[in-house]
Every structure is written in C-alpha cells, then in structure tokens.
C-alpha cells in the first residue's frame, strides 16, 4: 500500500442473491483515495456507488457478500485488511477511524433520544474514560463548529423538533466528532435546498482543512463533485468507467456516459432550453450485456462495443477511461 493513500480498494467485486444464483452488483473495482484529500464517486442510482461504501465498513446487509478483492485501510499506527477484521475489530474502526454520513438524517438519528445523548455514544464507545462533563464539552464544541445556532438548545432537542439543515450538520458533527482519517459522506446534501446545500459543502471543505480528513464524496450530482472534490471515479452498472482529477474531467471529458451525465446538467441553459436525458436505464446487476454495459444507451456506439468488453486505458497522465474510442488511441501511442 503506497504511503499517500489512506484507502486502497482493489478487485472488488460484491454479489447478491437471486434464488440460488449470486450475481454480481459490482464488478472487479480499483481506487486509490489520497491522504487528506476530496474524492468524488458519481454515477446513476444502481451503479455500485454506495454498496462500495458499505463494504468499506463491513455494513452490506444480506443477501449482499462480497466475494473477492482486498480493501486496505491505513494510519498513523500501520495498515489493516478491512475484509479480513473481527466484527469487535470493525466496530472500534467505525465512528473513530473511519465514519460515515448516510443519505437520509432523519432515518439515521434515533427519534427517541436527544441529540445529546446520540453524540454522547459515538463519543463513549471509543472514549470510555470521558466524564459527562467532558463529553457534553467536546458535543457542544462540535455543533459550534458545524454552525448549528443555539447549540445548548439543541444538544437537548429530539430530531423531529430540527430541520432538514441542522439534523444533517449534526450527522456530520457525529460522524466527525472522534476525528476520523476518513469519511464516507453518500449524498450528504440529499433534499436539502440550495442555500443549506451549498453551506453542507462548505463546511465538510473546512473541517477536512481542520481534521487533515479524506472525504469520499458519494453523489449523482456533478455540481456537488465540482465544489469539492479533486478526483473523481465515474462508476456505470458496477464498473468504473472514468477517472480523472476534477478539472481534466470537466475540461476533456472521454467516456460518452460522463458526457450524458454533463449534457443533463447544462442542457437548461443552452439554447435550446430543453432538459437532456441519456436514452434508457442502468441495467441491473447480473443482466448486464456482452461488451460494453453501456453500448445500448451510447450515441456513439460501434459494432465491437457489443462484441467485447473495453478496458480501461489511459487517454491522458492519471485520466483513464473503459471505451474503445479511447483504447485504439492509447494502443496507437
């Protein structure tokens, strides 16, 4: 494991069951997340994006396996194998080492205990010596710097009595009130409005500047991946399809998916005023078609993108993308 990643996943695929079948949801994936850094995952609902997550913390829920692949963790006291942990091991990993931000708030905080109390146990169960005095300090510190107003009052609010905006900045107070090295943040501005949106993203750049914090960013919105992320994977129907530093995405984008997924962003303001949708759906996981996954939704598809299954190549220094106009490319290189 190289010694600037604080996350290394390789040849991960992970299956489900249907009837006596496994099939396969994700499927032979590689990433490097970079110490202190913002990384971007993007694709459509059903690419793969947040059970690659889940996997990282040993949260898939049956009948969800993963069947091969290593996913290496690595801090300040060496590496572990996240795969090849105890579950005792897992738990004092997650909340402390390793934390998550879930897409829905509201389903994520207990509805019959106060704030105070949810923080109280992310903090006692890898501080076990911290008065109660010490940790009502440490909460109210960290609601402080997540910006929440009144924070006193809140500690003592249940989360039905907050907003949409405050119960996720809690969620991130929580996930990074033991100072993880690193969090899985899936959706984190999921139904909130733009003002309270573009202040969630602010603030998550800020405590990663604050906590040295890599941030995974897990989102179909390329908005939100071009506010706050440096790279960024672009996953289709279990596959990473392209990967690049943000800017070279957005500026020499290779792979036809990544362009649908930029033309439906921008279509409104050209001139046309018409909202652009890539034709079709993402197939679900053990239908996918010989070749490419994406041939039949591609505007550029060629007869070989049925036949055979591209691999992914480099069409520019640390730019790599999986489709055959690339490939004969970097072959001819």
């Given at each position: 494991?190289?010694?600037?990643?604080?996350l290394?996943?390789r040849?991960?695929?992970?299956?489900?069951?249907?009837?006596?079948k496994?099939?396969?949801l994700?499927?032979?994936?590689?990433?490097?997340?970079?110490?202190?850094?913002?990384?971007?995952i993007?694709?459509?609902?059903?690419?793969?994006?947040s059970?690659?997550?889940?996997?990282?913390?040993?949260l898939?829920?049956?009948?969800?396996?993963v069947?091969e692949?290593s996913?290496?963790?690595?801090?300040?006291?060496?590496?572990?194998?996240?795969?090849?942990?105890?579950?005792?091991?897992?738990?004092?990993?997650?909340?402390?080492?390793?934390?998550?931000?879930?897409?829905e708030?509201?389903?994520?905080?207990?509805?019959?205990f106060p704030?105070?109390?949810?923080?109280y146990?992310?903090?006692?169960?890898?501080?076990?010596?911290?008065?109660?005095?010490?940790?009502?300090?440490?909460?109210?510190?960290?609601?402080r710097?997540?910006?929440?107003?009144?924070?006193?009052?809140?500690?003592?609010?249940?989360p039905?009595?907050?907003?949409?905006?405050?119960?996720?900045?809690?969620?991130?107070?929580?996930?990074?009130?033991?100072q993880?090295?690193?969090?899985?943040?899936?959706?984190?501005?999921?139904?909130?409005?733009?003002?309270?949106?573009a202040?969630?993203?602010g603030?998550?750049?800020?405590?990663?500047?604050?906590?040295?914090?890599?941030?995974v960013?897990?989102?179909?919105?390329?908005?939100?991946?071009?506010?706050?992320?440096?790279?960024?994977?672009?996953?289709?129907?279990?596959?990473?399809v392209?990967q690049?530093?943000?800017?070279?995405?957005?500026?020499?984008?290779?792979?036809p998916?990544?362009?649908?997924?930029?033309?439906?962003?921008?279509s409104?303001?050209?001139?046309?005023r018409?909202?652009?949708?890539?034709?079709?759906?993402?197939?679900?996981?053990?239908?996918?078609?010989?070749?490419?996954r994406?041939a039949?939704?591609?505007?550029?598809?060629?007869?070989?993108?049925?036949?055979?299954?591209p691999?992914?190549?480099?069409?520019a220094?640390?730019?790599?993308?999986?489709?055959?106009?690339h490939?004969?490319?970097?072959?001819k290189?």
């Open positions: 494991m190289q010694q600037e990643h604080v290394e996943i040849g991960l695929k992970i299956t489900t069951l249907r009837g006596k496994r099939v396969p994700l499927d032979y994936v590689d990433l490097d997340i970079p110490r202190k850094s913002s990384f971007g993007v694709g459509e609902s059903g690419c793969g994006k059970i690659t997550a889940n996997a990282v913390l040993g898939l829920p049956y009948p969800l396996r069947e692949g996913i290496r963790y690595a801090d300040t006291k060496g590496e572990k194998d996240l795969l090849h942990l105890s579950k005792r091991e897992m738990r004092e990993i997650r909340g402390h080492e390793i934390s998550m931000i879930f897409q708030p509201m389903t994520s905080l207990d509805p019959i704030v105070e109390m949810q923080m146990e992310a903090i006692s169960f890898h501080h076990p010596g911290l008065s109660r005095r010490e940790m009502y300090e440490r909460s109210l510190d960290m609601l710097r997540v910006n929440i107003p009144r924070p006193e009052e809140t500690l003592k609010s249940y039905h009595q907050l907003s949409g905006g405050q119960l996720q900045r809690i969620m991130i107070a929580i996930a990074l009130i033991n993880p090295g690193l969090l899985l943040a899936d959706e984190p501005t999921t139904a909130l409005d733009v003002t309270i949106q202040q969630i993203l603030l998550m750049n800020e405590l990663k500047e604050q906590n040295d914090t890599a941030i960013m897990i989102t179909h919105d390329l908005g939100v991946i071009a506010e706050t992320c440096e790279k960024v994977a672009v996953f289709y129907a279990g596959q990473i392209e690049a530093d943000v800017v070279e995405l957005f500026t020499h984008t290779a792979h998916y990544t362009l649908g997924l930029l033309r439906a962003v921008t409104l303001g050209g001139e046309s018409k909202l652009y949708a890539i034709p079709g759906i993402v197939p679900p996981g053990g239908q996918w078609q010989k070749g490419c994406f039949d939704r591609c505007e550029r598809c060629m007869p070989k993108c049925t036949e055979a299954m691999e992914l190549s480099e069409v220094p640390g730019h790599i993308c999986r489709c055959f106009l490939t004969e490319e970097a072959e290189r």
